[in-house]
């Protein structure tokens, strides 16, 4: 049984207090540790997923897990280091398709699925899917577990209007203004870390799989 370590959360907490490539260099063995200890805890946490989406075994817990360094060439933000763990098991910015995604961070981490800034066509279709099987994409949203978990979708970043090639009484046009569709679940620092936290992300997970075969369904 692999579990994330306090020592894996105190490491991000130090580096969010230290960000800086002086730190880092001199205490890389923490940063390799706490990497280590991630890695074997995504490979547990894909092997409990493949369970319902055997698709996921495929993945392995290195490649799911993104890079530490932040890409600053064309930020204003020059810190050198994210302050948290990622993995995408599945899902990503400009995904073609719905996926699941962990991240880990001291007071700030959660768990989200769906499909994150998909490309232009992509969205199209997706939104086409919506409008109209409308009836279909309700029920799973409203399903009792899925609305306990994810009370509603990330409205970050949504259209005023809704898009053109939509009748703008559309009964799902709230829906159509999205530009993500996303849940998300926070998770507080003790679930991360708890002894059975693969077993009871992976049921987290599961509960949005039918949200993540509907956008799918177009591109079947």
């Known amino acids: 049984m692999s579990i994330i370590k306090p020592e894996t959360f105190t490491f991000l907490k130090d580096l969010t207090n230290n960000n800086n490539r002086e730190w880092f260099t001199e205490n890389k063995n923490l940063y390799t540790e706490s990497q280590g200890n991630v890695i074997s805890f995504l490979d547990e946490l894909i092997k409990e997923m493949a369970e319902f989406d055997e698709e996921l075994g495929k993945l392995d817990g290195k490649k799911a897990l993104f890079r530490i360094y932040r890409d600053t060439r064309f930020s204003k933000d020059k810190i050198p280091y994210k302050t948290n763990f990622g993995a995408s098991l599945g899902m990503g910015k400009g995904s073609q398709k719905g996926g699941y995604y962990l991240h880990m961070e001291p007071g700030k981490s959660f768990l989200a699925g769906g499909i994150y800034m998909p490309e232009s066509s992509v969205l199209k279709e997706v939104r086409k899917e919506i409008s109209l ?5 309700l029920k799973i949203i409203n399903q009792k577990d899925f609305k306990k978990h ?14 053109q090639g939509f009748e703008k009484e559309d009964p799902m046009g709230d829906y159509l203004k999205l530009k993500n569709f996303i849940v998300v679940y926070n998770l507080k620092d003790e679930e991360v870390m708890d002894k059975n936290a693969a077993k009871n992300i992976t ?3 599961k509960l949005m799989k039918p949200f993540n075969d509907f956008l799918n369904t177009p591109f079947i």
């Open 203 to 205: 049921k987290i997970f």
């Open 150 to 163: 994810f009370p509603e979708l990330d409205q970050d970043d949504q259209l005023k209007k809704i898009p």
């Open 133 to 137: 099987y409308g009836d279909d994409f």
